[in-house]
């Protein structure tokens, strides 16, 4: 009768490769809680290995090969993320040299009967060809006077711009 270790020798298709802390190291196909995303190559016990992320779909072995793939593909997608931070700078560049200008209307003194929001300056980006979102539109609060106000617009995490904002009395036609 073989022995416990002749049984392990009979099945080498069995063994997952080892990571440097003794673990399993296992290549991510859909992102884990706690653990990471998708292409990263993560070391986890055997026991959370074989009985859940293998079984579920979530990970499969890291071999050289898919490190390989994974690696090609980031590169790939790094490229595409450059090429749309450069796209995303050049939006800035132009909404920094903008100016909106944003009709209300106000009492003598200037205070607005309303207020000016992200969605009023959304639309008058969009009048101009300027698409944006109101949750990318940065104020402080609603703009509630008249006058020229400085807007920040947050195009990406690491990309923001200016956007000069006037606030004028509406001019009635009589």
Do not use: C
């Amino acid at each position: 009768m073989p022995t416990r270790s002749e049984k392990h020798l009979a099945r080498p298709w069995k063994r997952l490769p080892k990571g440097k802390h003794g673990g399993i190291e296992l290549l991510l196909i859909q992102s884990v809680d706690h653990l990471g995303k998708p292409g990263d190559v993560v070391e986890v016990r055997p026991g959370y290995a074989n009985n859940y992320l293998i079984p579920q779909g979530l990970a499969t072995v890291a071999t050289t090969h898919h490190k390989r793939m994974v690696d090609k593909h980031k590169a790939k997608l790094a490229e595409i993320e450059k090429s749309r931070l450069a796209g995303l700078r050049a939006i800035a560049d132009l909404l920094n040299r903008q100016s909106v200008t944003i009709e209300a209307n106000a009492n003598d003194e200037g205070h607005l009967y309303g207020s000016v929001g992200q969605v009023e300056i959304v639309h008058a980006l969009k009048e101009q060809n300027f698409t944006v979102t109101p949750d990318q539109v940065r104020l402080q609060g609603p703009l509630k006077e008249l006058g020229l106000y400085t807007v920040k617009i947050h195009l990406h995490a690491e990309i923001e711009s200016e956007l000069k904002v006037w606030v004028v009395p509406t001019v009635s036609g009589d």
